[in-house]
């Protein structure tokens, strides 16, 4: 578990790397639940070097900030070959830009597959280490659950990118703008 700017936030890895994160929930012991339904066989401790630059990655971009997850260690051993292929491509959608599940399965060579992607991406192991929010149903919709937060995470990420600079203030900014502030490691 690690502390961000929207709060907790879990990661798991094993010897080939991050082979998960988890986003904050409202709470931090359902965040501590979902990463261990997710990983039944993780055990809290502190990460391995490697990891590291993984946890800095996910810190700099609930913060709003730029960061790279380029070359960090993912495990995708337990992603089937097509959502690997799903998740490499979204690595390269760059931040601030949105592509749409019909524009995954045309850059991927294959067509009639929106439906897998949008599993695939439903299943993204490693949200904002590999960009789900980034995909969209269609071009300029912002709707729809991208995993592990639906359409509040997905959102709340695309603003701090500045995907939705354009579209004027919804009742969704005017809303976390009251959010509690999250929790600071003095109040621990």
């Known amino acids: 578990m ?46 391995p070097a490697e990891v590291a630059p993984a946890i800095n990655a996910v810190s700099s971009a609930l913060r709003g900030q730029s960061h790279t997850a380029a070359g960090l260690p993912l495990d995708m051993t337990s992603a089937p070959p097509f959502s690997r292929r799903v998740y490499e491509l979204l690595q390269r959608v760059p931040r601030g830009e949105t592509v749409s599940f019909d524009e995954i399965a045309s850059r991927l060579g294959m067509t009639g ?15 904002v280490l590999v960009p789900c929010h980034r995909a969209v149903p269609s071009p300029g919709e912002t709707s729809g659950a991208p995993t592990f937060g639906g359409i509040v995470t997905r959102s709340r990420l695309l603003a701090l990118e500045g995907t939705l600079a354009g579209r004027g203030v ?18 621990a």
């Open 113 to 127: 597959v929106i439906h897998s992607v949008k599993q695939a991406i439903s299943r993204n192991p490693f949200p």
């Open 170 to 187: 919804t009742l969704f900014d005017a809303l976390l703008s009251l959010a509690p502030p999250p929790r600071s490691a003095e109040s």
């Open 2 to 47: 690690f502390d961000t700017s929207l709060g907790r936030c879990g990661i798991a890895w094993s010897d080939g790397g991050v082979i998960g994160v988890q986003l904050p929930a409202m709470r931090e012991i359902e965040t501590r639940r979902e990463l261990l339904r997710r990983f039944p066989d993780a055990r809290e401790r502190t990460p």
